[in-house]
């Protein structure tokens, strides 16, 4: 639970924050603000995708190579200047530029967390743990949809301000995770692995001796070993090698889902203040209230189906949701396309899909912290990462922005297909080169290079 709250409550102010982005959009093109085009709102959230996927490069080997602790303590601090910095913004350029350090903090948390997050919980509920953890991310959303009517009532705030706390709220808050943080230990795994035996037996002696007591019994003998040669570092060449020969399939299969899930989340839901506005000419004020439902139709499908994934097992899940999740957006293209929904339908067919797509976005992260070695798990996790946002989430949000201002229901109707496309195509990849890691130790998953 240390472990979950310390690390995981991130992905809730992301999510409050983002959503907020997503919300006001369409009051950050009030000229009392901003002034932005559509055009200019879908570049901002690229930029923001381009510094996730700079910062998870950049981060992804330094977690590796110096320890997850350290690596979370230094996102975060990033993160939280750019999400208070993007509130004192004052032209497009600026918040553009804040938006991209915004982006390279929480990039840079992916990999570091995510790779603690998976080392430190046990293998039988790993799957659904790292699901609801980063599902989390959709309690934050439906915060920041609460949120978005209030900050833009004008009886309470000015145009130009209420936008600005939003940013500023969500900094202090995020604050005090700094603090929860010291509380959460280095991986065991790591420390051993990089010549640290002595602090990793005293971490382990404690988490051991606390449930110990508490259980009044003690714990059983560990009943298999597992000889490993301590490095204080690991060559870029010897972690490259592994993911491209001995794991070239598994690599493939880590960037596809990568892909498919970034352009499903960066060109639909991102967009969706944007769709209200254009579409169905919701008012600005009212936009966080479509968004809501779908906030929380993506946080309850990886708390109610992550079990699935530890019991029913890691490949017949993901192939399922992304292959269900695929096929029932290509029906809500076509009725967009044909303009046959309302902002209600459109909202109800989106709280569907989403419900069965989280899921299924949380277990690309998941397939790539758990199916390739200790010692490049959080270089592995930032490499698909960026590659899977460079290629399917930079991309997705400026698409979008112009196909919503072309004004043609059909154009966005079959941009929504194109993703559809891409989800049905990572449901095939899974089905051929899925890891069944259920209930497995991340070890007998993928032997440590030390190994």
């Not at 959460?184 to 007591?213: F, K, M, N, Y």
């Not at 490259?240 to 990568?258: E, G, I, P, W």
């Not at 989403?354 to 270089?379: C, G, H, K, M, Q």
Request: hydrophobic residues 50%.
């Amino acid at each position: 639970m240390l472990v979950v709250l310390g690390l995981g409550i991130t992905w809730i102010l992301d999510g409050l924050e983002v959503t907020i982005v997503g919300s006001l959009g369409p009051a950050l093109q009030d000229q009392e603000t901003l002034g932005l085009s559509s055009a200019e709102l879908g570049m901002i959230a690229s930029f923001y995708v381009i510094g996730a996927v700079t910062g998870a490069l950049a981060f992804g080997w330094t977690t590796d190579r110096f320890g997850r602790r350290l690596v979370f303590y230094v996102t975060l601090a990033i993160y939280l200047l750019g999400v208070l910095l993007s509130a004192l913004a004052w032209n497009f350029w600026s918040f553009a530029g804040f938006r991209l350090l915004t982006g390279l903090g929480i990039g840079g948390e992916y990999a570091a967390v995510n790779s603690a997050i998976d080392e430190l919980i046990p293998a039988k509920y790993r799957g659904r743990v790292d699901l609801i953890v980063n599902g989390s991310f959709w309690l934050g959303a439906a915060g920041g949809a609460l949120a978005a009517p209030f900050l833009l009532n004008q009886n309470y705030f000015s145009v130009n301000l209420g936008w600005r706390l939003g940013f500023g709220i969500g900094a202090v808050l995020g604050s005090t995770i700094l603090l929860l943080r010291q509380f959460v230990p280095e991986s065991p795994r790591w420390l051993v692995t990089h010549c640290r035996d002595q602090e990793a037996r005293a971490i382990v002696t404690e988490i051991e001796g606390a449930v110990a007591a508490e259980a009044r019994q003690q714990l059983p003998p560990p009943t298999e070993r597992l000889t490993v040669h301590p490095r204080k570092s690991f060559g870029l060449g010897m972690i490259f090698s592994a993911m491209l020969d001995k794991y070239r399939q598994r690599s493939v299969l880590a960037l596809t889902l990568m892909v498919a899930q970034s352009f499903l989340y960066n060109a639909v839901f991102f967009t969706f203040g944007l769709i209200l506005a254009h579409f169905y000419h919701v008012e600005n004020e009212w936009i966080g209230l479509y968004i809501l439902p779908l906030a929380l139709g993506n946080f309850c499908g990886p708390l109610l189906l992550g079990t699935l994934f530890d019991t029913i097992g890691r490949r017949k899940m993901i192939a399922s949701t992304f292959g269900l999740s695929g096929l029932l957006l290509i029906a809500t293209g076509l009725l967009f396309g044909l303009n046959y929904l309302t902002a209600v339908t459109q909202t109800i067919a989106w709280l569907i899909i989403f419900f069965i797509a989280s899921p299924a976005a949380s277990s690309a992260y998941l397939t790539a912290s758990e199916i390739f070695p200790l010692e490049t798990r959080a270089l592995a996790i930032a490499c698909f990462y960026a590659l899977g946002t460079a290629l399917g989430g930079s991309i997705a949000p400026s698409v979008f922005g112009r196909l919503i201002e072309s004004g043609s229901s059909w154009q966005v109707g079959i941009g929504y297909i194109v993703a559809a496309l891409l989800l049905i195509i990572a449901a095939i990849v899974e089905i051929r080169f899925g890891v069944d890691a259920e209930g497995k130790s991340l070890e007998s998953i993928a032997e440590p290079l030390s190994g």
